[in-house]
């Protein structure tokens, strides 16, 4: 629902959306779910109506509370929403006058509305403000006992006896790059050889979260439903407790940790020649910044200096090889808030882009992609990263907007991401960023899916998400395959059928719940 009082009904596996007058919402709210029927066509197009709400809303409803004898009136903030929600509410006792409340409802839908309230907060705390927005858009912000209970239960001592009989790396100099204020690192590298003198190998190393968190688990069930770690401007909502998130599944240096990791062997001309994929431990030498790394690639002497120019050779020949077979490369810096003490906003500062960044996307590309088309091969369970071909009319508007901020040439009939990088601008002007911006916004959001249709960006297909088990539940998931089906010698254990294997925690339903989580965290 909007602001001005229409509303538009999202039809799963339909690209279009359905308009709602603002007469026939049939009392339906922002969120929920509803059945609708054509209304009637008009010049702009046809129109639609609810005609029957099955299930209220998930999100939370932020407001202020009035009492209207045995009932309530909910008067919410957000213009999504009515002015006013008559509704009979649970616990508005314990609401002081006038306080701000967030109201959860109960999904069944009855008349009048049920509610209860959710959390009381105090007045004009900034520093409730992310927290207000999360909960607002229905994330979880607790985690169950059980699963706090079942990461508990892991120690230091559990790493030990799982690490025998796995690959052991922990003699090799690996190597994480992370933010400077990363709170947890599910990615390391290492690198075997020099490619200034011919093929390397490189080991992508990644968290092997599925060690601790197993299927039909209350760990399991609390990570499928946040469906992703959730970063907001002064703190983050992990998609796993501390223990596991920030502690052993998390690869800080200096201590043994398991993982599952793909060994690619490269020319230093970026060609893949070989690849295998193995549970491994490692010991990370060192955690570095974006910027430490970067320092260190401007020095020419040091162990770890000589290791990460040779990672750093082949991530650019990587990306060459990776932009000469398609995709679209758009320059889009990220900003992000600086808080004072008391969580006011006081800067907005833009995160600077140095080849570190580059070096670690493509690696974690290159792995992706690598377990993705072993998936697609086998025609294993896997939730590929997708990504569709714009609409035309989508691609028209940029088209136009792109004219009017100074560009030039023919509407391009797109079959490839390639053939927007002539519209793409690479400057640095606040014009150049607006256009990069609304070619953006010009194209599919990326989701997941059981059906690997490609990904239109990346110019790829058999592309999934592998490398960060800890905050996206996707990668997690697909780590059990890889775990089960993929890694070396897998083929010679006997084992269930991959699709009854997966069919509790990957199947249709996770892939929608992931790609709606991912949305509601942005």
């Known amino acids: 629902r909007t602001r001005f009082g229409y509303g538009f009904v999202r039809v799963e596996d339909e690209p279009e959306d359905l308009f ?11 969120g929920d779910r509803v059945r609708a029927g054509f209304l009637e ?37 957000r213009p999504e929403y009515p002015r006013e929600i008559f509704l009979h509410l649970e616990g508005r006792k314990s609401v002081p006058r006038g306080a701000r409340v967030l109201v959860r409802l109960d999904p069944t839908p009855v008349d ?25 858009e229905g994330l979880d912000i607790a985690f169950d006992p059980e699963a706090l209970a079942e990461a508990a239960a892991h120690d230091e001592q559990s790493v030990a006896r799982a690490a025998r009989g796995r690959e052991d790396f922990r003699n090799d100099l690996v190597v994480t790059i992370d933010p400077a204020d990363a709170k ?21 190393h990644i968290a092997d979260v599925t060690h601790y968190v197993r299927p039909g688990s209350a760990l399991d069930h609390d990570a499928r439903e946040r469906g992703c770690s959730v970063y907001l401007a002064d703190q983050a909502l992990p998609m796993l407790p501390d223990a596991l998130s920030g502690g052993l599944c998390s690869l800080t240096d200096g201590v043994d940790r398991l993982t599952v990791s793909v060994v690619a062997t490269l020319t230093p001309e970026g060609d893949l020649t070989g690849a295998r994929i193995v549970e491994g431990v490692i010991r990370s030498a060192a955690s570095l910044s974006y910027e430490d790394a970067a320092a260190l690639l401007r020095e020419r002497s040091g162990v770890m200096a000589v290791a990460l120019h040779g990672l750093d050779r082949l991530a650019r020949a990587l990306k060459k090889r990776r932009l000469e077979q398609g995709g679209l ?10 808080l004072d003490a008391a969580g006011e906003p006081i800067a907005f500062r833009e995160r600077r882009q140095l080849a570190t960044h580059s070096l670690i996307e493509e690696f974690m590309l290159l792995a992706n992609q690598i377990v993705g088309r072993r998936a697609a091969a086998r025609e294993l369970p896997f939730l590929y990263r997708i990504h569709e071909r714009p609409r035309y009319d989508k691609l028209r508007s940029f088209v136009e907007a792109a004219r009017y901020l100074g560009r030039s040439g023919p509407m391009p009939i797109v079959t490839e991401a390639k053939q927007l990088r002539t519209w793409a601008s690479h400057g640095q002007t606040p014009r150049d960023r607006l256009v990069n911006l609304y070619l953006l916004r010009a194209l599919e959001k990326a ?12 110019g790829m297909r058999g592309y999934a998400h592998f490398t960060s088990p800890i905050r996206r539940y996707p990668d997690l998931a697909n780590h059990r395959i890889v775990k089960r089906f993929l890694v070396e010698d897998a083929e010679k254990r006997p084992g269930p059928d991959p699709w009854v294997f997966a069919s509790g925690w990957l199947n249709a339903a996770v892939a929608a719940r992931s790609s709606e989580a991912e949305i509601a965290a942005d």
């Open 20 to 30: 709602i007058p603002p007469f026939a919402m049939g009392g339906a709210l922002h």
């Open 329 to 338: 490369e758009l320059d889009l810096p990220e900003v992000r808030p600086v």
């Open 41 to 77: 066509t008009r010049e702009q197009g046809d129109a639609h109506e609810v005609i029957e709400v099955l299930e209220r809303t998930r999100y939370g409803i932020i407001g202020r509370l009035e009492a209207r004898g045995r009932e309530t009136l909910l008067l919410p903030e």
């Open 184 to 204: 947890d690192h599910d990615d390391a590298l290492s690198l075997h050889g020099d490619p200034e003198r011919g093929p390397c190998e490189v080991g992508i």
């Open 447 to 458: 989701r997941y899916d059981l059906v690997d249709v490609g990904h239109f960006g990346l």
């Open 112 to 136: 009048p509305i049920q509610g209860r309230v959710g959390t009381i907060f105090e007045e004009d705390d900034p520093r409730e403000d992310s927290l207000l927005v999360a909960m607002e």
